[in-house]
């Protein structure tokens, strides 16, 4: 039985569109994951929290923008999660980075590093009990946790 060329071409239309969408659905959904669990939470509200590292920026406004999925600082898994936030302001951008540990016996996120990189390489430390002073060191994250070039 012979297939007319036109019926593979919409075949192959039809099929195309319907895996790019299902790949687009599948982004958008992991994206929305992230944003709205608490290890992530956690972190915007300790940067919108500190006046040092919101005016660095430039905000507010404060945009905060879908983590990079393939980046190799973002790991989560049950216990722990690690990830590299894009955030920019009005005057500047950077990277919230962050790392959060899950307590089993409450089932909650507790964030344990939330240090603000920005562009122009000064480091902001969000959980510093004093008002925390610009630096110019550089964050590296590495696999067995945040490790700080100086």
């Known amino acids: ?3 007319p060329t036109s019926k593979l071409q919409q ?3 039809f099929t195309t569109l319907l895996t790019g969408s299902g790949v687009g659905t599948m982004y958008y959904l992991i994206q929305k994951g992230f944003s709205r669990s608490d290890y992530h939470r956690l ?4 940067l919108e929290a500190n ?3 919101m005016e660095s920026l430039g905000a507010p406004p404060l945009k905060v923008y879908n983590i990079h999925l393939s980046d190799r600082h973002n ?15 009005s005057k500047t951008g950077g990277y919230l980075y962050t790392s959060s540990t899950k307590d089993p016996d409450v089932n909650r996120w507790d964030l344990q590093l939330a240090v603000l ?3 122009e390489g ?3 430390d969000l959980l510093a009990p004093t ?11 590495m696999d067995g946790g945040p490790v700080w070039k100086c």
Do not use: N, Y
């Open 75 to 89: 790991k989560v898994d049950h216990q722990m999660a690690q990830i590299k936030i894009p955030v920019t302001g």
């Open 11 to 13: 075949m192959a239309i």
């Open 117 to 119: 990189h920005v562009r």
């Open 1 to 3: 039985m012979r297939v």
């Open 131 to 141: 008002p925390p002073a610009l630096s110019s060191q550089q964050p590296d994250v």
């Open 51 to 53: 006046p040092v590292a």
């Open 43 to 46: 972190a915007l509200e300790r």
């Open 122 to 124: 000064q480091m902001i």
